[in-house]
């Protein structure tokens, strides 16, 4: 049986991780790798990186910092952050990325998603979305990390980025982020139901039951967070051992 | 100089994670698609994420194909490249190597509510040979794929995924595995090691 999966989100800017962190073990825990590498061991199952700078001018540093993941850590990773074309996504999968993610260029030109696709397969495209519940009760996608609303509905636009050939939706709630709340069932339930593709849950994640929640009522495949791993307020191995007794099928 | 280790290269991704997890467990490797390089190579490993046809056509267009049946050292086919190992896939109903009979199958869910494709972690059940040395029956390992192969005379591994499937082949001195040992944490780190020592 496959298992839901525990992912930490790590955000980059200039080549270094920007949140702080309670890491008191790390020699250097503004180093993204060294962090990545933590959570490795500590059996994350997989890692996202967002680079939350990333024009042009970063791009270099971005790819550096790819290479020194794909040598250094032993799981899957993703890295998302201001990719626009094939070939920014060719030069992160040659560095060793395993994934990457789009999400405001993607909808500002939705044929990326099928490039993409097409010229590396769907396995390895993730669909970023930001969505937010309005008071009409819909859900919306927003753009430019929640600046931007536009008219398009969340379900709407995930079966189209599916459609054009997406492997995975990433998918945060702008309505549960930063509350510690925990996830919305809600709008991840009707994706996870919707879509052939897994769904990952971002955005709300305050206790471990957040977890159980998400994935027993919303049945997220997998499961992202920043803040709670990254001040420890709750580990990994606890998480997972708490799933498991749970019923939870996690790797533990 | 210790033993020569081979990546082969062809059209197909994730060639640079490979190399990086034997760096990782202390190995160096060479990627190369000059048969010469792979005929003398101790141990070769054929790795890959992508589509099947347009990989078999790369590989004939080079000779390869018929290269790679003929080896006689250890050969572990990663992921897409044990698929191109078996008979036939039906990714594009596309005729493979043959060196396993298993016949390779897309999943189909079937109204079970399973994604497709597979994404993640799975447990390998069944285990039966000296590339799981170490490694407990049950462990997890990092699966990505939408086709699979089916069980048969040649299934070392098995894991579940809206069916029981071949999740490690073995024959002679050819092995294959569905999942990514270079992408599976300690477990993976372990197999690599073990095919390494064969």
Known sequence: M???????????????????????????????????????????????FLDITATNEKRK???????????????????????????????????????????????????????????????????????????????????????????????????????????????????????????????????????????????????????????????????????????????????????????????? | MGERIVIVKYNAGNIQSVLYALERIGKQAVVTDEHEQIRLADKVIFPGVGEASSAMAYLKERGLDQLLKELKQPVLGICLGMQLMCLHSEENDTECLGIFDEPVIRFVAGGTGMKIPQIGWNRVVETSSQIFHGIPDGSYFYFVHSYYAARGAHTIGVADYIQPYSAALHKNNFYGVQFHPEKSAGAGEQLLRNFLSI
């Not at chain 1, 825990?29 to 962090?35: R, T």
């Not at chain 1, 955005?203 to 990254?230: K, Y």
């Open chain 1, 61 to 252: 540093t971005l790819s550096e910092l790819v290479s020194r993941i794909a040598h250094h850590i032993n799981i899957p990773f993703t890295v998302g952050g201001g990719i626009s074309s094939v070939e920014d996504v060719r030069v992160l999968l040659q560095h060793g990325a395993d994934k990457i993610s789009v999400n405001t260029s993607a909808f500002k030109r939705p044929d990326l998603i099928n490039e993409l696709s097409g010229e590396f397969g769907s396995q390895c495209v993730v669909l970023a979305i930001d969505t937010k519940q309005e008071e009409d009760g819909e859900w919306y996608v927003y753009l430019n990390g929640g600046r931007v609303k536009t008219d398009t509905r969340c379900i709407d636009w995930a079966r189209e980025g599916v459609r054009r050939g997406a492997g995975e939706i990433l998918l945060t709630s702008m309505n549960h982020d930063g509350t510690k709340n925990g996830f919305s069932v809600e709008i991840t339930g009707t994706l996870a139901r919707e879509l052939p593709v897994p769904v990952i849950a971002s955005g709300g994640a305050g206790t471990m039951e957040h977890f159980t929640e998400v994935f027993r009522e919303a049945n997220a495949d997998a499961a992202l967070a920043a803040s709670i791993f990254h001040f420890r307020e709750i580990s990994i191995p606890e998480l997972k051992a708490y799933l498991n007794s749970e019923g939870i099928p996690v790797r533990v």
């Open chain 1, 2 to 48: 496959i298992t839901k999966r525990i992912i930490p989100c790590l955000d980059i800017k200039d080549g270094r991780t920007v949140k702080g962190t309670n890491f008191i073990n790390l020699r250097d825990a503004g180093d993204p790798v060294e962090l990545g590498a933590e959570y490795a061991r500590q059996g994350a199952d997989e890692l996202v």
